[in-house]
């Protein structure tokens, strides 16, 4: 399955953005879906991630009750919400997929298939 993210600009603090990621060439239903961001000089760092109907959800300690991550399976597109953004949510966010039992969404190497990023810039 191929990821598209989409999204990604530039924001004050305390601003909001939805990132979409698209699939193609799969049924998004089949997987698990996740996001992660990247920020200058860091490793990948877990954000959030769903099961497959959105039933069950994950977040980060830093963006609970901040972030939002939705899924339409009929769209094969995974949202990501942020609000209340801070400059230290500047990051690369990449959404993944993958089958991956709950207990590993926050580890990079459980995802099969990644997107290629889209920046998000949060300033003061």
């Known amino acids: 399955v191929q990821l598209q993210a989409s999204g990604g600009g530039s924001v004050r603090a305390g601003g909001s953005l939805r990132l979409s990621c698209a699939a193609s060439?799969?049924?998004?239903?089949?997987?698990?879906v996740a996001w992660f961001r990247q920020a200058p000089g860091r490793e990948r760092e877990f954000v959030a991630a769903?099961?497959?109907?959105?039933?069950?959800?994950r977040y980060t300690d830093s963006v609970k009750g901040r972030f939002t991550i939705s899924r339409d399976n009929a769209k094969n597109t995974v949202y990501l919400q942020m609000s209340s953004l801070e400059p230290e949510d500047t990051a690369v966010y990449y959404c993944?997929?993958?089958?991956?039992?709950?207990?590993?969404?926050?580890?990079?190497?459980?995802?099969?298939?990644w997107g290629q990023g889209t920046l998000v810039t949060v300033s003061s």
């Open positions: 060439g799969g049924t998004l239903s089949a997987y698990r």
């Open positions: 993944g997929a993958g089958r991956s039992v709950f207990s590993a969404w926050s580890e990079r190497e459980s995802w099969m298939y």
């Open positions: 769903a099961s497959n109907n959105g039933g069950s959800r």
